[in-house]
């Protein structure tokens, strides 16, 4: 579906008793109803639990840290309740140290100040940390099964956790935190900013050990990317054995047939997929046959779009 574009349609979920209703309009302005009542975008997680793939994350591989930062945050944040307030405790913490920083640079503070930040600095970006790497352990297995499936004669895929706080043998994340922080505390004045810390940590995808950014064509970095995401599928499916809504965006172009062949099949076999694309003819043909197809055209209230078929 285009950026212009704009869905009016529900879903029920008649197993735990909740109906959805979400329009999209035209400018982005959204309308999300829970059992007919109007409720905020955010509740729609307690309820529809998605994982996407859009055209945007192929920047995922060879894009910006802190793309793959928002990913990883996003993965682990389902299987640590602690992780969302172990982020809003940190990022708190980051923020009053790096102008606290400023300030002594500036002459206008005192290090000795520093401290009452580092204690809720260090505990949650430690705990940030090694839920990361929990996660990265968790991911491993079904990452590696997800990049078989589509691309069978390929190396094995991985995700590297690259910190410039790595523990040493025996050591726990928040003590090579704390340890970093001690040897970089004279820079971190000069640069008046935190300078080690999950902020600026990164992933790597790797193939065979090797750094997928450094050689993969547009197709093995797609092949990447999707099995990330079925991977996700299987994690979030393995919490309590309900399976997410798998949406995928413009899938299947720069993948070569071989790979499509092996993609669909993954595909059928899902509980539910919604697959969008702006040509039909994108969609590979066998999983043509097998879908149950939808249009979204114009019409609907206020230049909403609504969306028709699915016999």
């Given at each position: 579906?285009?950026?212009?574009?704009a869905?009016?349609?529900?879903?029920?979920?008649?197993?735990?008793?909740?109906?959805?209703?979400?329009?999209?309009?035209?400018?982005?302005?959204?309308?999300?109803?829970?059992?007919?009542?109007?409720?905020?975008?955010?509740?729609?997680?307690?309820?529809?639990?998605?994982?996407?793939?859009?055209?945007?994350?192929?920047?995922?591989?060879?894009?910006?840290?802190?793309?793959?930062?928002?990913?990883?945050?996003?993965?682990?944040?389902?299987?640590?309740?602690?992780?969302?307030?172990?982020?809003?405790?940190?990022?708190?913490?980051?923020?009053?140290?790096?102008?606290?920083?400023?300030?002594?640079?500036?002459?206008?503070?005192?290090?000795?100040?520093?401290?009452l930040?580092?204690?809720?600095?260090?505990?949650?970006?430690?705990?940030?940390?090694?839920?990361?790497?929990?996660?990265?352990?968790?991911?491993?297995?079904?990452?590696?099964?997800?990049?078989?499936?589509?691309?069978?004669?390929?190396?094995?895929?991985?995700?590297?956790?690259?910190?410039?706080?790595?523990?040493v043998?025996?050591?726990?994340?928040?003590?090579?935190?704390?340890?970093?922080?001690?040897?970089?505390?004279?820079?971190?004045?000069?640069?008046?900013?935190?300078?080690?810390?999950?902020?600026?940590?990164?992933?790597?995808?790797?193939?065979?050990?090797?750094?997928?950014?450094?050689?993969?064509?547009?197709g093995?970095?797609?092949?990447?990317?999707?099995?990330?995401?079925?991977?996700?599928?299987?994690?979030?499916?393995?919490?309590?054995?309900?399976?997410?809504?798998?949406?995928?965006?413009?899938?299947?172009?720069?993948?070569?047939?071989?790979?499509?062949v092996?993609?669909v099949?993954?595909?059928?076999?899902?509980?539910?997929?919604?697959i969008?694309?702006?040509?039909?003819?994108?969609?590979?043909?066998?999983?043509?046959?097998?879908?149950?197809?939808?249009?979204?055209?114009?019409?609907?209230?206020?230049?909403?779009?609504?969306?028709e078929?699915?016999?």
């Amino acid at each position: 579906m285009g950026p212009s574009a704009a869905v009016g349609g529900g879903a029920d979920s008649s197993a735990h008793g909740v109906s959805l209703e979400i329009t999209l309009q035209t400018g982005g302005r959204k309308k999300i109803q829970v059992n007919g009542v109007p409720r905020r975008p955010s509740v729609l997680a307690e309820h529809l639990r998605t994982v996407l793939f859009a055209p945007e994350e192929m920047l995922l591989v060879i894009g910006p840290p802190t793309l793959r930062r928002t990913a990883v945050d996003g993965l682990t944040a389902p299987h640590d309740p602690s992780y969302a307030s172990n982020g809003t405790t940190y990022s708190r913490a980051l923020q009053q140290r790096n102008s606290l920083l400023r300030s002594i640079r500036e002459g206008e503070a005192d290090r000795d100040q520093l401290r009452l930040w580092d204690e809720p600095f260090l505990a949650s970006g430690g705990a940030i940390v090694a839920a990361r790497l929990r996660l990265l352990e968790l991911l491993a297995e079904p990452l590696a099964t997800a990049h078989r499936e589509i691309a069978p004669a390929e190396g094995r895929l991985t995700i590297g956790y690259a910190s410039n706080a790595a523990p040493v043998p025996g050591e726990a994340p928040g003590d090579a935190l704390a340890r970093r922080l001690r040897e970089t505390a004279e820079k971190e004045v000069w640069n008046g900013s935190t300078l080690v810390g999950p902020h600026r940590d990164d992933l790597i995808f790797l193939l065979d050990g090797r750094d997928l950014a450094t050689f993969a064509s547009r197709g093995q970095q797609r092949t990447a990317i999707l099995a990330l995401k079925l991977a996700e599928l299987d994690l979030l499916t393995a919490l309590d054995g309900r399976p997410p809504l798998l949406l995928l965006d413009d899938v299947f172009s720069e993948l070569d047939p071989a790979r499509r062949v092996h993609l669909v099949r993954r595909i059928a076999e899902l509980p539910q997929a919604l697959i969008t694309t702006t040509d039909p003819d994108d969609i590979d043909p066998d999983l043509r046959r097998r879908a149950r197809p939808w249009r979204v055209v114009p019409g609907g209230d206020e230049g909403a779009a609504v969306v028709e078929g699915g016999a």
